[in-house]
């Protein structure tokens, strides 16, 4: 009999569906096939949470203890242990995952522990099978073929923890000393993305935008070859005597270069330069055409899975990793943490035979189209994010185990298979067409059109973008052309961008800060801490989170460098890599470390917030001013403990009436800080809804509303 232990229930369930009704994986087990699947719940021990729990004298070492209200699986899996011939891990393939499978192992008495000496106690018959999907060739392949623990990747994550436990419980103290504030807290990884957020602030308000205009010229194609209907030829207006009136201006920032343009038109010249175009006389003085082919994007890493589920689904990166759990756990999609783009023979080779069956030979790829992964850091071993089988939402899902997952796990698993799919499929071949424009007085437009040749692999990717690409206008080379009309566009040189979730997690990938699997939970730690929060879908930062930013980054320049966070990542990698020393690496950050925090404690001087006026209290007459709590922002008296007036915040949504009462429509948040929208008359009127519709007069078209 043999014990499989995974981290979560519902793959036991996966697990004990595939073992007791896959052939596959009976041909692998004895020949009563007798596995009993066990959930350990995640980790079974973790450092504590009432101290620092870390021996610097000797060497970091840990004081690892079993996590509070774990007894009862730690006594079950002590029993189970007793009772089974074979013990076999069946964890994540990732450090995290390697490190529940050691925690097990060490409370099983198969591990020797001489710190910072770790290994196995002789005569340990302790298995691990790692597996990129839950699926039954895959659970027959590793337990045909079982590995010991890879005991480097549990240094490098015993590293990492080490490491976050020090900076935070080292440097929050510090925090609530400097404001008097003592939920406050600081990260070794959450600071430096806070940084990102702060710096790009800022760089927002430093920036002086500027009005400027484009001109656009609606051009009658009666007489061009081919023409689409009556549609006009747009182009827009590029230069005036080879002076062209677009610039572009490059600003030095903190996460790198940021680019913009604007053109030399203004409100001063505008009307001139208007009036002479339509004077003028315009030829085609040159048309230029091409067919070049457009090839699919990589298969989803969980960057771009979080990246692309955020902007096509609105999810959050927290949101789209539990969801992606649950496919994974069920067996419908390969692991989702991965910043790898290879995909197995096991997937190429069948999607050709479902592209050849389902949108005919043209479309399928001769031999199978290989990805560069990107990432330093990458696991080639690993593979992209892909379904397990080639099945499309309805028939993956029609399955009785797959009855409790909701519309959005199904969203997501669509983008998942289409993504995979279209990387297998023939590339598309876009025809375009560019025409120069130029009148007498020297005026020269110029106009872009294209046409899909061929859509290959957006027939699924972008089906609209095909539908809307089918014609394109021909124009002749030396054609007089006549201008009907003008159209301007009023614009503003844009300042960089504030980030959301999508672009936070591109940056933190590209400068190596953190890791994919890591990017959700430093997201939700910024916003849970009230360091950050949001104006629609960007990060502003709050007071709070501005100076307590601004305090650990002078103070501690090193740590909360860009530079220097990602080469302690990489530091990090060859841990796993057994290319560098845990306890080396842990030594060089902490030494300086200790220096600096040193002369920190040694300033008594207090941070202070700045405080944002929100009116004045009814009370004693002082000023409102914002506060933060453990709970979240409110608004309360400046002259506390003196007057004790607070008052919740309530964002009003513009133009939006409650459909029931006609009160002011209000946006609230859940325990969990998921938002919703509800009636400001609460409790008298308790419609509420998850989101509200497209028309602005009212929310009669709100999605899901509720009187819970």
């Given at each position: 009999?043999?014990?499989?232990?995974?981290?979560?229930?519902?793959?036991?369930?996966?697990?004990?569906?595939?073992?007791?009704?896959?052939?596959?994986?009976?041909?692998?087990?004895?020949?009563?096939?007798?596995?009993?699947?066990?959930?350990?719940?995640?980790?079974?021990?973790?450092?504590?949470?009432?101290?620092?729990?870390?021996?610097?004298?000797?060497?970091?070492?840990?004081?690892?203890?079993?996590?509070?209200?774990?007894?009862?699986?730690?006594?079950?899996?002590?029993?189970?242990?007793?009772?089974?011939?074979?013990?076999?891990?069946?964890?994540?393939?990732?450090?995290?995952?390697?490190?529940?499978?050691?925690?097990?192992?060490?409370?099983?008495?198969?591990?020797?522990?001489?710190?910072?000496?770790?290994?196995?106690?002789?005569?340990?018959?302790?298995?691990?099978?790692?597996?990129?999907?839950?699926?039954?060739?895959?659970?027959?392949?590793?337990?045909?073929?079982?590995?010991?623990?890879?005991?480097?990747?549990?240094?490098?994550?015993?590293?990492?923890?080490?490491?976050?436990?020090?900076?935070?419980?080292?440097?929050?103290?510090?925090?609530?000393?400097?404001?008097?504030?003592?939920?406050?807290?600081?990260?070794?990884?959450?600071?430096?993305?806070?940084?990102?957020?702060?710096?790009?602030?800022?760089?927002?308000?430093?920036?002086?935008?500027?009005?400027?205009?484009?001109?656009?010229?609606?051009?009658?194609?009666?007489?061009?070859?081919?023409?689409?209907?009556?549609?006009?030829?747009?182009?827009?207006?590029?230069?005036?005597?080879?002076?062209?009136?677009?610039?572009?201006?490059?600003?030095?920032?903190?996460?790198?270069?940021?680019?913009?343009?604007?053109?030399?038109?203004?409100?001063?010249?505008?009307?001139?330069?208007?009036?002479?175009?339509?004077?003028?006389?315009?030829?085609?003085?040159?048309?230029?055409?091409?067919?070049?082919?457009?090839?699919?994007?990589?298969?989803?890493?969980?960057?771009?899975?979080?990246?692309?589920?955020?902007?096509?689904?609105?999810?959050?990166?927290?949101?789209?990793?539990?969801?992606?759990?649950?496919?994974?756990?069920?067996?419908?999609?390969?692991?989702?943490?991965?910043?790898?783009?290879?995909?197995?023979?096991?997937?190429?080779?069948?999607?050709?035979?479902?592209?050849?069956?389902?949108?005919?030979?043209?479309?399928?790829?001769?031999?199978?189209?290989?990805f560069r992964t990107r990432s330093r850091s990458a696991q080639e071993a690993h593979e992209?994010?892909?379904?397990?089988?080639?099945?499309?939402?309805?028939?993956?899902?029609?399955?009785?185990?797959?009855?409790?997952?909701?519309?959005?796990?199904?969203?997501?698993?669509?983008?998942?298979?289409?993504?995979?799919?279209?990387?297998?499929?023939?590339?598309?071949?876009?025809?375009?067409?560019?025409?120069?424009?130029?009148?007498?007085?020297?005026?020269?437009?110029?106009?872009?059109?294209?046409?899909v040749i061929f859509d290959g692999f957006l027939k699924v990717f972008d089906p609209y973008?095909?539908?809307?690409?089918?014609?394109?206008?021909?124009?002749?080379?030396?054609?007089?052309?006549?201008?009907?009309?003008?159209?301007?566009?009023?614009?503003?040189?844009?300042?960089?961008?504030?980030?959301?979730?999508?672009?936070?997690?591109?940056?933190?990938?590209?400068?190596?800060?953190?890791?994919?699997?890591?990017?959700?939970?430093?997201?939700?730690?910024?916003?849970?801490?009230?360091?950050?929060?949001?104006?629609?879908?960007?990060?502003?930062?709050?007071?709070?989170?501005?100076?307590?930013?601004?305090?650990?980054?002078?103070?501690?320049?090193?740590?909360?460098?860009?530079?220097?966070?990602?080469?302690?990542?990489?530091?990090?990698?060859?841990?796993?890599?057994?290319?560098?020393?845990?306890?080396?690496?842990?030594?060089?950050?902490?030494?300086?470390?200790?220096?600096?925090?040193?002369?920190?404690?040694?300033?008594?001087?207090?941070?202070?917030?700045?405080?944002?006026?929100?009116?004045?209290?009814?009370?004693?007459?002082?000023?409102?001013?914002?506060?933060?709590?453990?709970?979240?922002?409110?608004?309360?008296?400046?002259?506390?403990?003196?007057?004790?007036?607070?008052?919740?915040?309530?964002?009003?949504?513009?133009?939006?009436?409650?459909?029931?009462?006609?009160?002011?429509?209000?946006?609230?948040?859940?325990?969990?800080?998921?938002?919703?929208?509800?009636?400001?008359?609460?409790?008298?009127?308790?419609?509420?809804?998850?989101?509200?519709?497209?028309?602005?007069?009212?929310?009669?078209?709100?999605?899901?509303?509720?009187?819970?």
């Amino acid at each position: 009999m043999a014990l499989i232990i995974v981290e979560s229930p519902t793959k036991a369930r996966t697990f004990n569906y595939i073992l007791k009704g896959s052939a596959s994986a009976k041909a692998t087990a004895d020949k009563e096939n007798n596995y009993f699947v066990f959930a350990s719940m995640g980790h079974i021990r973790d450092l504590p949470k009432s101290k620092i729990a870390i021996d610097y004298e000797h060497d970091f070492k840990p004081d690892l203890e079993p996590i509070p209200n774990k007894e009862k699986i730690i006594t079950q899996l002590k029993k189970l242990a007793l009772e089974n011939q074979e013990i076999i891990l069946a964890t994540d393939q990732d450090r995290e995952g390697e490190a529940i499978s050691y925690h097990i192992a060490y409370i099983l008495g198969y591990i020797n522990e001489d710190w910072p000496n770790i290994g196995f106690k002789e005569g340990s018959s302790l298995k691990r099978i790692v597996f990129h999907e839950i699926t039954s060739k895959a659970l027959a392949e590793a337990l045909a073929k079982p590995e010991t623990l890879r005991l480097d990747l549990v240094k490098a994550q015993m590293a990492r923890r080490i490491l976050d436990r020090v900076v935070g419980y080292e440097l929050s103290p510090l925090l609530w000393k400097k404001t008097g504030k003592n939920w406050l807290s600081a990260g070794r990884v959450q600071t430096v993305a806070l940084r990102l957020i702060v710096e790009r602030e800022k760089e927002i308000k430093a920036f002086k935008s500027e009005d400027y205009f484009q001109i656009f010229g609606l051009f009658d194609p009666s007489f061009a070859k081919a023409s689409a209907g009556e549609k006009d030829i747009k182009a827009k207006l590029v230069s005036k005597d080879s002076v062209l009136y677009e610039q572009k201006y490059t600003l030095k920032l903190f996460a790198g270069d940021y680019q913009y343009t604007k053109t030399t038109i203004n409100k001063d010249n505008i009307e001139s330069i208007k009036q002479d175009c339509l004077s003028d006389k315009y030829k085609v003085s040159e048309v230029a055409e091409s067919i070049a082919p457009r090839y699919p994007m990589p298969p989803y890493t969980t960057s771009l899975l979080q990246q692309d589920a955020y902007y096509k689904n609105g999810f959050s990166s927290k949101q789209t990793m539990r969801l992606a759990q649950d496919l994974y756990e069920r067996g419908l999609i390969t692991y989702h943490r991965t910043d790898s783009f290879n995909l197995s023979a096991r997937f190429v080779f069948p999607a050709k035979e479902y592209i050849e069956k389902k949108y005919g030979k043209e479309y399928a790829l001769e031999k199978p189209r290989g990805f560069r992964t990107r990432s330093r850091s990458a696991q080639e071993a690993h593979e992209a994010i892909r379904p397990t089988k080639l099945l499309e939402v309805k028939a993956a899902f029609k399955s009785k185990k797959e009855s409790k997952l909701t519309v959005n796990h199904q969203r997501l698993y669509t983008l998942i298979f289409n993504r995979a799919i279209a990387t297998q499929m023939k590339e598309a071949q876009i025809k375009t067409v560019k025409a120069t424009i130029v009148s007498d007085k020297n005026y020269l437009f110029e106009s872009e059109q294209q046409q899909v040749i061929f859509d290959g692999f957006l027939k699924v990717f972008d089906p609209y973008y095909v539908a809307n690409h089918q014609t394109v206008i021909m124009l002749e080379k030396g054609t007089t052309i006549d201008i009907k009309t003008l159209e301007e566009k009023a614009l503003l040189s844009k300042a960089p961008p504030r980030y959301n979730e999508a672009s936070l997690i591109k940056t933190l990938e590209e400068k190596g800060i953190g890791r994919p699997s890591t990017y959700a939970m430093i997201i939700s730690l910024i916003q849970m801490k009230n360091y950050t929060e949001k104006d629609g879908r960007y990060f502003i930062p709050t007071s709070i989170g501005t100076s307590i930013c601004d305090y650990l980054s002078s103070s501690f320049p090193k740590i909360f460098d860009l530079s220097y966070t990602a080469n302690l990542e990489d530091g990090l990698d060859r841990i796993a890599n057994k290319e560098e020393d845990y306890i080396k690496l842990l030594r060089d950050f902490y030494t300086p470390f200790k220096k600096e925090l040193e002369l920190r404690k040694e300033d008594s001087s207090m941070l202070k917030v700045e405080d944002d006026i929100k009116g004045i209290c009814p009370e004693d007459g002082g000023n409102l001013i914002s506060r933060f709590s453990r709970f979240g922002k409110f608004i309360a008296c400046a002259n506390y403990p003196k007057c004790k007036y607070t008052k919740s915040i309530v964002k009003v949504v513009k133009n939006r009436k409650c459909p029931l009462c006609q009160g002011d429509v209000v946006v609230k948040f859940t325990k969990t800080k998921k938002r919703f929208y509800g009636c400001g008359n609460y409790p008298k009127c308790k419609w509420s809804a998850w989101t509200l519709g497209t028309n602005p007069t009212n929310t009669t078209n709100a999605i899901n509303p509720t009187n819970k």
